[in-house]
């Protein structure tokens, strides 16, 4: 019987949204193989770590950003994947807002930058797959779940979450339905305050109740577009 010889490690595909655009973060790799290539910011669980802390460590060690909540992807464990031997590895997704980080290179990075999802350069590995699968599941996400409220300033108008939703669907959305079942879900609060953008007349500002969408969540909230 063959001796097993499986290395395991982790990636982080980290998507940014700004007004009107979806963005991934990737490195340029320092060392071979694919030496300066980009790739999706990820590495090797130590014995000691937990796959959480492995993926933390990576990302903040590789581009300087930390966050508190990275899911959990998929398993990518094909046996060609990795020129250095069997690797197999877990990836873990996250959404934020990129101005709220200060990125750089460190350890196996040459260099960190933020990407147009529909730019995108030569990816290594399966960091293709990887990113693909990522981008699926996000889009999958946001049909039954109302994520991304933190993506948007504290207060906002309707119109600024009709477009987090369209970009990141990467389509129209019917917006009498949407508003009509965002309203239903109770998980906005309108403000007694109004902006101006345009020349269009003022719009009411709404703000996102987290203990609402909480419990709701806690209850099994069903949200379908």
Known sequence: MNKQSIKLSVDAVVFGYEEGSISVLLIK?????????????????????????????????????????????????????????????IAYFGLVRPNAFKIYASTDAEQVQWFNINDLPKLSFDHKEILKTAIERLQGKITYEPIGFELLDKKFPFSDLEKLYTTLLGREIDRRNFRKKIVGLNVLDELDEKVSKGSGRPANLFRFNKKRYFQLKKEGIIFEI
């Open 29 to 89: 790799r320092k060392y071979d193989p694919f030496k300066g290539q980009w790739a999706i910011p990820g590495g090797f669980v130590i014995n000691n770590e937990s796959l959480e802390e492995a993926v933390e460590r990576e990302l903040f060690e590789e581009t300087g950003i930390k966050i508190n909540y990275l899911e959990q992807l998929y398993t990518f464990g094909k046996p060609d994947r990795d020129p250095r031997g069997r690797v197999v590895s």
